[in-house]
């Protein structure tokens, strides 16, 4: 059975080994271990509750509960942007008129801005590559909207997330080659780890402060503008399938767009309903989405679950994975 769990300290050299299979270009995901260290050190506390919520970073873990291995991770951030600012491009159309020659031009440019402040950002999703099929993607995607469902309170109003941009086959990024080196005169690989290993000053030092015309750029690079990388299109369309849509926002080093929904419209959330739990037999039930009710030990699998008399009948094998008793609650999605 997979079972999604909370990450913590222990879970380093599984994370490791993730990072290392997660390729190029996926900043969450940086092949250092002292940095990932920090990130599973602050997921514990976060699933603790020993720190502030808007400074919580939820890292949930896929298991194999037969095997032991971790199958993918996925993230929770509860706010963007409140220790530094969270910065993106803009994708903007900037209107001139000359009334000399009576013709309007209409420029598409790239501005600098801080709109994801205080945002929740769900990410980080990254699965082995031979678990990409029967449902393990599915369950850990969703395990985050279940989380967020928990305590709405500890989570932003709108929920954002960053999709990994293009690269080409040769392994190389035509918007950083196009655009962003030109302002930070590094190797992405350099500037993509100094993102999470540094407080990101280099950014706000470097990063340009005025329009980019999308027309003075090369081909390339423009064709790359909210591109998503060849691995992200499911996550794409599992993110479309619960809400979210593109923000006109995207990334100032990949050029990935960045999707956002309100939290409270996130088909997950708005279709699941908390049940007491009856242990028995649920038949032929549909399997379903279930997790446990608070984020504290927050655990998630799907299960086969017949919903009877306003109670969630599980068998015996699925309340131990969630860690639970019968008469405790539950959380199904419809």
């Not at 031009?105 to 994801?116: G, I, P, Y």
């Not at 503008?225 to 923000?247: D, K, N, T, W």
């Amino acid at each position: 059975m997979l079972i999604v769990r909370p990450a913590g300290p222990a879970d380093l050299a599984s994370l490791m080994e993730l990072a290392v299979l997660s390729g190029r270009g996926f900043t969450s995901l940086p092949e250092d271990e002292a940095t990932l260290l920090t990130r599973l050190e602050l997921s514990e506390a976060s699933f603790a509750g020993t720190i502030a919520p808007r400074e919580a970073w939820y890292t949930l873990m896929l298991e194999d509960s037969e095997t032991g291995r971790i199958e993918g991770l996925a993230g929770v951030r509860a706010a963007v942007g409140v220790t530094r600012p969270h910065f993106s491009f803009r994708v903007m159309t900037l209107a001139q008129f000359s009334s000399a020659i009576n013709t309007r031009f209409d420029h598409k440019a790239l501005v600098l801005v801080n709109e994801c402040a205080g945002w929740t950002e769900v990410g980080s999703l990254y699965l082995r590559p031979e678990r990409r099929s029967g449902g393990a993607g599915s369950l850990l995607a969703r395990s985050r909207y279940m989380l967020i469902g928990t305590e709405r309170q500890r989570f932003s109003e709108t929920v954002m997330a960053e999709l990994r941009g293009y690269f080409a086959p040769d392994g190389t990024c035509p918007f950083w080659q196009g655009v962003a080196s030109k302002f930070f005169r590094l190797p992405f690989d350099e500037a993509d780890h100094m993102v999470m290993s540094t407080d990101g000053q280099f950014i706000l030092d470097l990063a340009p402060r005025h329009p980019i015309y999308v027309e003075l750029i090369d081909e390339a690079a423009q064709d790359a503008i909210g591109r998503v990388h060849v691995e992200g299109e499911a996550a794409r369309a599992m993110l479309e399938h619960e809400g979210f849509r593109g923000s006109g926002l995207i990334d100032i080093f990949d050029g990935g767009p960045t999707y956002s929904v309100p939290r409270d419209s996130i088909r997950t959330i708005d279709r699941s309903d908390t049940l007491p739990i009856a242990g028995g037999d649920p038949g032929d039930a549909p399997e379903r989405l279930v997790s446990t009710t608070s984020i504290k030990g927050f655990r998630a699998t799907r299960a086969r679950v017949m919903v009877d008399g306003g109670r969630a009948v599980l068998d015996s094998g699925a309340i131990d994975a969630l860690r639970l008793k019968p008469g405790e609650m539950v959380r199904v999605r419809q």
